[in-house]
């Protein structure tokens, strides 16, 4: 009948011959008569093919399906394998086929326009979305949109959209004429689902009829009942009489960054209604590494979207005492390491001591002589073990003491007496004279020898009898000389001060490293005072103090951050 309308089908081939002429079609001209298949309106005045789309694969069977919009009806016909549209047992090649033959028909109160949505729930059926910017239900010609979810089940006979679409995105306000446009937006945010785009192109959020348009993303769970666009993201017309949203597509993935992009016209922008079409990167990817950072219309949630290794806040740890041991005190940074003064973990049982890190084991000594018992411990989170208790477990018995006396005798030599008055004597240094070592206790097992003239300095294990580590001081004597250990830059150093009869004084330091179980690096110092007294040395923090014999202090060294001997 007159203006009942129609759509044709034209199948694609392999050699791009689509009327069959024996040539590619590239300059050709194809009359729709020779169209694989026409499909026409029902009735006069039904303008079949006011609208027509792919509504991709509603029914997942893996073969794309058709929509035909007329004036109030939009037809759905599932493609097939055979190109036998209408059962008719023949290929339709030419064939005229009646629209009410379709295997679907959803019905409105007004012009349907439909088209494809995509897959918005992603369980791999696409949808259908059909538009009516005259709906009143939202307020007279504020607009509305209809999503029907695809499905197994062939959708068949007649549908009407106002009582059973899944969903109807309804235009905010009366006039705004929402469903102006509509249309995939493809996966904006890169998150599996697809999204609809719908335009309103006379809302009057941006100026009177400036129109706008809106963005509804896809998601696992199917969208149902009324939705008014005010829950949408909305993107308004520059200035009013603009018509944004006149026209609304997906642009695909215009910059290759994963996330697909939209287009929406605004075909009365400008002074001379010129129109303008927008092409918005909504979420943009600049490192690919799959999440949006910020420079995009819309917010991504990448940290730092120039790393692809970082895109969100990694949780790091106080590390106050920086031994590489963090605390329970949460930081937070967009940083694939660790900054300073954080660790990566949370196991430092004292974060004030860079000394100790975890619970230590330490051993009972009810004998006091420095050897505890095996089969008794206790672990406490400290570097040195608390009253009653050792770091040595070697104690065969621990009601009697197995040393009760150490003392140095002439020529370098340490004798050790036991509590049955057994003897044995350490060969410390080798000299000629009969001045006593300097002897300091350090720890449980260790003990500090200092030469009589301060030449040189050893680190003994009076448990396993034997010289650890030797250093050398100075080749001169120091007759007058003291043995002191302090804690420096948080570390354990043997503090050595020695004057000659002249008044030259000679300051030498030893870091001693007790879990190597050796005297480490030295660093000395030489100056000529008279007044210092070496045994009233002192130590104020990371500064040694050389004092007279009132306690005057005389001279001061700082030991710096580079562990260099200053005067100050």
Known sequence: GIWSGAAYLIYGDSDGDLNDDGQPDITDDIDLSEADAKFVGEEASDYAGISVTTSGDVNNDGYDDILIGSAGSSYLIYGDSDGDLNDDGQPDITDDIDLSEAAANFISTGFVYTYFAGDVNNDSYDEIIFRDQYDDEGGSDAGAVYLIYGQAADYAGSIDLATSADAKFLGEAAGDHAGSSASSAGDVNNDGYHDIIIGANTNNDGGSSAGAAYLIYGQASNYTGDINLSEAIEFTGEAEDDWAGIAVS?????????????????????????????????????????????????????????????????????????????????????????????????????????????????????????????????????????AGYVTNGNDTDDTIKDISTITAGDNGDITIT??????????????????????????????????????????????????????????????????????LRNKKWAVVTAKNKKGKVKLSLVKILI??????????????????????????????????????????????????????
């Open 250 to 386: 997906s642009a695909g993935d215009i910059n290759n960054d994963s996330f697909d992009d939209i287009l929406i016209g605004a075909s009365f922008n400008g002074v001379n209604d010129n129109g303008a079409a927008y092409l918005g990167y909504l979420y943009i990817d600049a490192d690919h590494d799959g999440v949006a950072g910020t420079d995009g219309l819309l917010d991504g949630t990448d940290c730092n979207d120039s790393d692809n290794t970082m895109a969100s806040n990694q949780t790091y740890y106080v590390d106050a005492d920086g031994d590489g041991y963090g605390s329970t005190t949460v930081g937070l940074f967009c940083s694939s390491t660790a900054p300073a003064g954080y660790a990566v973990n949370s196991s430092d049982c004292s974060d004030t001591d860079n000394t100790v890190h975890a619970d230590q084991t330490y051993y009972q000594d009810l004998d006091g002589d420095g050897l505890g018992n095996a089969l008794v411990t206790t672990s406490v989170c400290a570097s040195v073990p608390p």
């Open 418 to 487: 036991y509590v049955n008055n057994d003897t044995s004597v350490i060969d410390v240094f080798s000299y000629t004279g009969t001045d006593d070592l300097t002897l300091k206790q350090y720890q449980d097992n260790y003990y500090l020898a200092l030469h009589p003239k301060a030449k040189k300095l050893a680190l003994i294990n009076i448990n396993t009898l034997t010289v650890l580590s030797r250093k050398t001081l100075s080749k001169k004597s120091f007759p007058t000389n003291s043995l002191k250990t302090y804690t």
């Open 515 to 568: 879990t190597q179980e050796k005297l480490g690096k030295k660093l000395a110092t030489s100056l000529v005072n008279k007044k210092i007294k070496p045994a009233k040395t002192k130590r104020n923090k990371n500064t040694i103090l050389l004092r007279s014999k009132n306690n005057k202090i005389l001279n001061k060294y700082l030991l710096t951050k580079k562990i260099v001997l200053k005067e100050i």
